[in-house]
């Protein structure tokens, strides 16, 4: 009961085959994930670096801010 049989060292050593195998369709997919997650992950640090070097610009206040005042009071009109 302690040891384990042939059946599991078969089935142990194809699940390890299948996962770690040479050109394998899991190994594929395996290194597709890898690649994305690495691209992933240098996007992320493009995204930091223009968002540091760029900080973003305050615009100044509109001149017309009466007209905004008058379309505020025209829409609670109805």
């Known amino acids: 009961m302690g040891s384990l049989s042939i059946w599991h060292w078969i089935i142990i050593i194809g699940v390890v085959a299948l996962l770690f195998g040479g050109k394998g369709k899991i190994s594929g997919l395996m290194g597709d994930l890898a690649k994305g997650i690495k691209a992933f992950k240098s996007g992320?640090?493009?995204?930091?670096?223009?968002a540091a070097a760029a900080p973003p610009q305050v615009?100044?206040?509109a001149a017309g801010a009466p007209a905004a005042a008058a379309d505020r009071a025209a829409h609670d009109r109805g």
């Open 59 to 61: 615009a100044p206040p």
């Open 44 to 50: 992320m640090k493009e995204e930091e670096t223009t």
